[in-house]
């Protein structure tokens, strides 16, 4: 039996070889680096056994409606699923692929570069050479704060948040925090102490956030939370923008609440180049590009392609979420 895929995006070339070699399928790509209309998508996904979808495609009642009752499986280029209405997926007994794991080396090594980047004013020293700021040296222009002999502060030490972790240490680093729902045995491997939040945040240099975004974690880091960090830390965000509130954030950096912010995450995706957060010295903000490294992407593609085909065969998936 023909099993009908649809594909949101033109993918690595790993993940795409893969479902082109099964005989199974009929795949139809959405083939452009640019995200499929929403009309596009509900269109695509009629009558499909199969999607395959990314970040910025909306997963929810309406393209589950719009696939009908042949879909059995949805799977997705990312290891965060907040973009899928699990609750409705649930309910039509839908599977669902993600890809854990395999990124979570290059999104800690991104978080530890953003990190330096900002405690380290790595942009604003760029743009100094570029335009003629650089007069010359001077005891304390362009000082930023150092890991060595630091606290960071991980909020949530999952996967990802434990391999910022593991990579932090190795600089000094003197206490590692870490608060979240529960304690985490792997925590042992950095020695990390599980706190409260409040102490967290105002004991911490450095403040990572690597949790996922549930009602919980919603605008977690607001006005109150900035309140309590110290002047001199530093906070970084490489898991969801929602997890703050930004007009709060841009609050406490303008004012000196903070020294200094790194979001690799932000909302809306893309920020608006007008936006008041892009105006300030001491915050850097990345184009969420946390797992963009050649071969982790390629690996998450053919991962996609083995968690698809798993579905569609009524078999194990490589990574199946469970939920
Ligand atoms: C990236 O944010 C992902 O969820 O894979
Ligand atoms: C810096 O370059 C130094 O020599 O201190």
Request: hydrophobic share 40%; aromatic share 6%.
């Amino acid at each position: 039996k023909i099993m009908k895929v649809f594909v949101t995006r033109r993918l690595p070339q790993e993940g795409m070889k893969i479902l082109s070699a099964a005989p199974e399928c009929e795949v139809s790509v959405w083939d452009s680096d640019e995200p499929v209309p929403r009309e596009e998508l509900l269109k695509g996904v009629q009558k499909a056994h199969g999607l395959v979808c990314l970040l910025p495609d909306k997963i929810d009642a309406e393209v589950l409606d719009a696939a009908g009752p042949n879909l059995k499986v949805i799977s997705t280029m990312s290891v965060g699923f907040d973009h899928m209405a699990l609750d409705e997926i649930k309910k039509r007994g839908i599977r669902v692929g993600y890809t854990p794991d395999v990124l979570t080396d290059a999104t800690a090594e991104l978080t530890v570069a953003l990190l330096l980047a900002t405690a380290r004013r790595l942009p604003e020293g760029v743009e100094e050479v570029k335009n003629g700021g650089w007069s010359s040296w001077k005891p304390l222009w362009l000082c930023g704060y150092g890991l060595s002999g630091s606290t960071v502060g991980v909020i949530g030490l999952g996967r990802i948040g434990l391999a910022i972790a593991q990579r932090l240490m190795p600089f000094g680093v003197k206490r590692l925090l870490y608060s979240g729902r529960t304690a985490k045995p792997h925590a042992a491997e950095v020695k990390g102490e599980f706190v409260p939040m409040d102490t967290l945040v105002s004991q911490s240099d450095f403040i990572v956030v690597s949790c996922s975004l549930t009602p919980e974690t919603q605008g977690l880091c607001d006005k109150a939370f900035f309140s309590k960090m110290k002047k001199t830390a530093v906070f970084i965000n490489s898991s969801r923008g929602a997890v703050v509130n930004q007009e709060d954030l841009f609050e406490a950096l303008s004012s000196g609440q903070i020294a200094a912010a790194g979001l690799d995450v932000t909302t809306p995706e893309p920020l608006p180049t007008n936006h008041p957060l892009l105006t300030l010295k001491n915050c850097v903000v990345l184009p969420h590009i946390g797992s963009a490294t050649y071969s982790t992407r390629g690996v998450m593609s053919a991962l996609v392609a083995r968690n698809l085909l798993g579905g569609l065969q009524d078999t194990e998936m490589p990574s199946e979420l469970t939920f």
